[in-house]
């Protein structure tokens, strides 16, 4: 027993290292493997010489953008939803509401801004990831955007159809259920009846898209116009029968409090949505990188000052409590004895919400022609019409698709599943801005300005009232830690930009935790439950901690494009307000994107992953690497060594080299 008891353990000793070898090698091999996936899936979209190149028309103008932009944001918001959030949310303080949404809007249009001038491609939101971050996470957010435009269109379509039937007192949905009946009974889903009007003019506005961007510019900058003429109406009428009492009677200018007036924001942000349009049409624009910037910020500013006016004008005009929130102004001019005003206030409720619609038709199919065109969608959707230059395929599809959505959706339905695809997409790009702004210049894949030279010693004067010379920033300090904090412990082990990158993500989670306090549990808090105190005071020193992490490290604000000022500030602010709005959607809003993001994974991985352009790119090798203007300072000249070495005496033929001497050192 003994003896094969030591033959047992002979047997394990001899064969313990050959398994432990045989391990070793398996684990390398799955970590490999998983180590290519990463790099797989994190690929980033290349910048060639090229890149601005495209088969679109270059045509629009500064004003068509400008145009594009207030078209798509004032359609059914200005008419619809500010009716609602002054009867039901905040009263007369509706006015601060839109002035505050405007603020987080501003934002994550400041960061949509920065991107689309630098990456003029009509993936707007898409692109800019797949630059900063890699492909997986451009795809989601690209897969998101569609999602967006998809629905925004058909929901459009709805109100659409709604203002139209409107003005023959519900004829056309009373004949459509007497003639074909109901499609279903409070379902939050399906519509009570097929709405054929809606269907129609989806297709309508798809065919104008697919006519040429030029065209479908001209056919919206005639309704935007006309559009902001009726509300002009409104505005001066409005005033004139105004009426300040309605400000200081009916409990004020707060009846619901500040807390109605946040919870007005709230909603109010949901009217500004469709900014991103500019970006999107930044492929087709003469000079992205001075029309996207000012197309962005111009466009918002206008719709902000109309919205404000609008609220001032109803509020004034009749007392909250008395306010309509399905026709606040036609309503509102009624009881002024106006009623001729009701027709002015439908006419600019159709014009309205027609530019809004083409915005989403116009920004849709460039989407998909922008995944398409890199290989993460089916190629078909990347064929531009010769003639009109358009992606007539994504148009014909995708406007199909949005026309059945709209004749058999409810608009609550469509309207809530989009905001958080879009919420989600704006955090994303503000995040990207960060990433970009810290990386290190041998990642940066944009042009930069020539970095400063430093004053060389010999033509500095040294004198009793000499200052000190302050060190001009190299390109190579971007990422790095500025020069007083480089012997901080910890972040001056961190190669350059991936400390930025740690707090970054770190600080999103810490906003994520924050907010997952703030929103739902905001009672616990007001009751002054410790815990939820406790949990707010440590998310909030961790936000603190990685934002003064950020701060501590040299960013690069080199780009030749537009550039958005107090980085990281403003990315930070409009990442805090984006997952605060994200946190107040219904749970079941979260579980159809998780369903959709599903849909589109099983996608990728089974089309886009293999297909991919730049996977098709890599097998060559990495061509492009920094292809900035950063020349090299003569200080760096100087401390380069060159080591000159005589030229060696040719070899006979035939003579053999030996290697062993020079393999020693390995």
Not at 384 to 400: A, D, R, S, Y
Not at 470 to 485: A, I, P, W, Y
Not at 534 to 547: N, Y
């Amino acid at each position: 027993m003994n003896e094969r008891w030591r033959n047992t353990l002979k047997i394990y000793h001899l064969l313990y290292p050959v398994s432990k070898f045989i391990m070793k090698i398996d684990n390398m091999g799955m970590s490999s493997k998983l180590s290519d996936v990463w790099v797989t899936l994190n690929r980033k979209k290349t910048v060639t010489e090229d890149f601005h190149e495209t088969p679109l028309k270059r045509c629009l103008s500064t004003l068509d953008l400008t145009l594009l932009g207030i078209g798509h944001m004032i359609g059914a918001g200005i008419y619809v939803l500010t009716g609602t959030v002054v009867k039901d949310l905040a009263g007369p303080s509706a006015i601060l509401s839109y002035v505050f949404a405007a603020f987080a809007a501003i934002l994550a249009a400041l960061c949509y801004a920065e991107f689309g001038a630098r990456v003029p491609k009509a993936g707007s939101a898409y692109s800019y990831t797949y630059v900063t971050l890699g492909e997986i996470w451009g795809f989601i957010i690209g897969w998101n955007i569609l999602l967006e435009h998809l629905l925004g269109a058909s929901s459009v379509a709805r109100a659409w159809s709604g203002g139209l039937d409107s003005l023959f007192n519900g004829a056309i949905k009373n004949s459509t259920l007497t003639n074909i009946g109901y499609l279903s009974h409070n379902n939050v889903w399906i519509s009570d009846y097929p709405d054929f009007v809606a269907f129609a003019a989806t297709l309508m506005v798809f065919f104008v898209v697919a006519t040429g961007a030029k065209f479908a510019m001209n056919f919206n900058n005639f309704f935007t116009v006309i559009n902001l003429i009726v509300i002009a109406i409104i505005i001066v009428l409005g005033f004139y029968f105004a009426d300040v009492k309605n400000w200081t009677d009916h409990g004020g200018f707060f009846p619901y409090g500040f807390g109605g007036t946040w919870a007005g924001a709230a909603t109010c942000f949901y009217a500004y949505i469709g900014f991103e349009g500019v970006a999107t049409a930044s492929e087709e624009a003469k000079n992205p990188e001075k029309s996207v910037p000012i197309a962005t910020i111009l466009s918002l500013g206008i719709v902000t000052v109309l919205y404000v006016l609008v609220t001032c004008v109803l509020t004034l005009m009749v007392p909250y409590t008395d306010v309509n929130p399905t026709a606040a102004f036609p309503f509102a001019f009624a009881q002024q004895g106006a009623e001729w005003a009701k027709y002015v206030v439908a006419l600019g409720t159709l014009f309205g919400i027609t530019t809004s619609l083409l915005g989403g038709a116009f920004s849709l199919p460039r989407a998909v022609y922008s995944m398409a065109s890199d290989g993460l969608l089916f190629q078909i959707f990347a064929y531009v019409h010769p003639k009109t230059q358009t992606p007539v395929w994504g148009i014909l599809c995708f406007g199909f698709i949005s026309a059945l959505m709209a004749l058999l959706f409810e608009i609550e339905t469509l309207v809530e599943f989009m905001s958080i695809g879009t919420i989600l997409a704006y955090t994303i790009v503000a995040v990207s801005v960060i990433i970009l702004r810290y990386a290190p210049v041998h990642k940066c894949q944009f042009k930069l300005k020539p970095q400063e030279e430093a004053p060389a010693a010999d033509d500095v004067s040294l004198g009793e009232s000499s200052s000190i010379i302050k060190k001009s920033k190299s390109h190579d300090d971007f990422g790095r830690l500025k020069d007083h904090l480089k012997h901080l412990p910890f972040l001056k082990s961190f190669d350059p930009g991936n400390a930025t990158i740690m707090a970054i993500l770190v600080m999103l989670v810490a906003i994520i935790c924050f907010c997952a306090v703030l929103v739902p549990g905001y009672q616990y808090l007001a009751d002054g439950a410790w815990w939820a105190i406790c949990l707010e005071i440590i998310f909030g020193a961790v936000i603190v901690l990685c934002f003064l992490t950020l701060i501590a490290h040299e960013k690069n604000d080199a780009f030749l494009t537009f550039q958005i000022p107090f980085v990281p500030l403003i990315p930070c602010l409009s990442i805090f307000c984006n997952i605060t709005l994200m946190m107040k959607l219904n749970y079941l809003t979260w579980i159809r994107l998780a369903i959709w993001l599903a849909l589109g994974l099983i996608l990728y991985f089974a089309y886009g992953v293999w297909n991919s352009r730049e996977r098709q790119t890599s097998q060559y090798g990495e061509i492009v690497g920094y292809t900035g203007d950063a020349s090299v300072s003569c200080s760096t000249i100087s401390k380069m060594e060159e080591e000159v070495v005589e030229p060696q005496p040719k070899r006979a033929e035939g003579e053999q080299v030996h290697l062993g001497a020079g393999m020693d050192g390995f």
